[in-house]
Nanobody, 114 residues
Framework: QVQLVETGGGLVQAGGSLRLRCAAS????????MGWYRQAPGKQREWVAD???????NYADSVKGRFTISRDNAKSTVYLQMNDLKPEDTAVYYC????????WGQGTQVTVSS
């Protein structure tokens, strides 16, 4: 059963932008904080941002001022708008439910060239 589907990654030049999308089931999404995570080659998976049902947000220091997380509760979808991308943002990006983690999805690859 597919529970989390991430899309929107790609190859972009430094300074560019991408918008990621995470689609989840209504049961998984409703009433829960949702978050974005990323994992670069040879590194630990790290938390990037999260958003509550009411829209309260938190960001890792590394992305503050550049990334914006949002959600559409009617569509059970969470987004990550990434601006001013840097090569160090290169990673596979995943979404999940931090209070009750699900199996990780395939993620979506973001590659930022210098």
């Amino acid at each position: 059963q597919v529970q989390l589907v991430e899309t929107g990654g790609g190859l972009v030049q430094a300074g560019g932008s991408l918008r990621l999308r995470c689609a989840a089931s209504r049961t998984i999404f409703s009433g829960n904080v949702m978050g974005w995570y990323r994992q670069a080659p040879g590194k630990q998976r790290e938390w990037v941002a999260d958003i509550s049902l009411g829209g309260s947000t938190n960001y890792a220091d590394s992305v503050k001022g550049r990334f914006t997380i949002s959600r559409d509760n009617a569509k059970s979808t969470v987004y990550l708008q990434m601006n001013d991308l840097k090569p160090e943002d290169t990673a596979v990006y995943y979404c999940n439910r931090p209070a009750r983690f699900l199996s990780w999805g395939q993620g979506t690859q973001v590659t930022v060239s210098s």
